[in-house]
Structure formats: C-alpha cells, structure tokens
C-alpha cells in the first residue's frame, strides 16, 4: 500500500513538472517562488507571472476541509481573469496544494476538487475565461512551502497556484 502511494505521488510529482516546467517538491521550505495574489494589483500579477511563471493564491478561500470558494476569493479571481484579459494568449495550470494532514489520497481529490472550483468560478459569470485556457490539477501535500508541522506552515501549503503554461510570455526564460 505505501508503495502504491509513493508512485502516486511520484507520478503526480512528474505530471506537475512536465506540465509546468518546474520541480515545485524540489523547491526548500521558505523560498516559495510564488507570489501571493491578495496583495497585488492587477499590472503586478502580470509582472509576477512574467517574471516567475506563477502566482498563489492562499489565505481564507477554502473552508477547512472544503473544496467551496469563499465570499472573499472573487477579487482574486477578478486579478486573475483582468491579467488573462491583457495577455490574451496565456494559458494557466491551476495546482491544487494541501497541507499533510491526513489521507494522502484524500488530500490528492481535495487539492484537485479545490483547483477545479477555481476553473469553474474563471469559466463562469462575470470573468467568462475560455475552458481551453484552464487547466486544473491537484497534487495535495507533494509540494509544500513551508513545514506542516504548525498551523501557519500547513495554512501556507493550503493553496491553488496560478502557473503560466506558455514559456514564450516570460520575460525571464
């Protein structure tokens, strides 16, 4: 069974990085490279994905143990929805991330649940983004930014992140 587990989490692990170019479980607790989204304007998550490839949301959107948006998520997804309105060619991956308490499996369909509640929020009324432009994923606890054993580390791995597909948009390559 653990074996079982591990491949999962490896093919996941694998899946992310020839998604998204990237090795997010390589990354070292504290030196996440994502930018939180609730503190920047439109023109700087354009400038963040630009320059890093992604952006994070988290902080308060989900409930625990909830894959339900949150009242306080839309100004959010409206940064999100202005800044694929500008670069009208971008493609995201929406990564789903949980902390590392409890089930494995249970974490992996929770963080997946959680990204694709933000695709269906993107593809519907009033932000409208086109479905071929979203992709939703989850890779529950395999790629944490900070240690999951407090509440702040786990509220930090409790994400969805916002990773730019189209390499050629980048300002850094």
């Known amino acids: 069974m653990k074996l079982n587990l591990f491949s999962k989490g490896l093919t996941l692990a694998a899946a992310l990085f020839a998604i998204t170019g990237t090795c997010a479980v390589a990354q070292s607790f504290g030196q996440e490279r994502a930018r939180a989204i609730g503190e920047m ?6 400038q963040a994905l630009r320059d890093d490839g992604r952006v994070s ?3 308060g959107f989900f409930d625990y143990d909830s894959a339900e948006l949150t009242g306080t ?7 999100v929805a202005s800044a694929m309105a500008t670069l009208t060619e971008m493609r995201l991956v929406l990564v789903g991330h949980t902390d590392s308490t409890g089930d494995f499996n249970y974490n992996i369909d929770l963080s997946a649940r959680r990204a694709n509640a933000v695709r269906r929020a993107l593809l519907g009324e009033p932000y ?8 939703a994923i989850g890779v529950g606890p395999i790629a944490p930014v ?6 702040e580390g786990r509220a930090l791995n409790r994400r969805v992140e916002f990773v730019m597909l189209d390499e050629e948009l980048r300002t850094s390559n």
């Open 128 to 135: 409208n983004i086109a479905p071929e432009r979203l992709v």
């Open 146 to 151: 900070a240690s999951n054993l407090g509440d």
């Open 41 to 46: 304007t439109d023109s700087m998550i354009i």
């Open 57 to 59: 949301m988290s902080g």
């Open 73 to 79: 998520s839309s100004e959010v997804l409206f940064k």
